[in-house]
């Protein structure tokens, strides 16, 4: 994986955190998650930046980064 560190990726913040931890949801593959909303925050140690966070849309650009099975909001 080739990391583009100088890139800049939006983020599409869809719903609180509150509201998508709470929120009624399924676990998918990630192939599967791309344009739902995350109910997990994904976070890689070292260096423990969140990858994506609770109700944040998941983009094309997360799956290199994204467990096999995601949980999302349904």
Request: proline share 20%; net charge neutral.
């Given at each position: 994986v080739k990391l583009a560190w100088n890139h800049h990726w939006p983020i599409e913040q869809a719903l609180s955190p509150r509201q998508a931890f709470f929120a009624h949801?399924?676990?998918v593959s990630k192939a599967?998650?791309?344009g739902r909303l995350a109910r997990q925050t994904?976070?890689?140690c070292?260096?423990?930046?969140?990858?994506l966070c609770h109700g944040e849309r998941v983009q094309p650009h997360h799956l290199p980064f994204l467990p096999d099975q995601l949980a999302v909001v349904l």
């Open positions: 949801g399924a676990t599967l998650a791309v994904v976070v890689y070292p260096p423990g930046i969140p990858v």
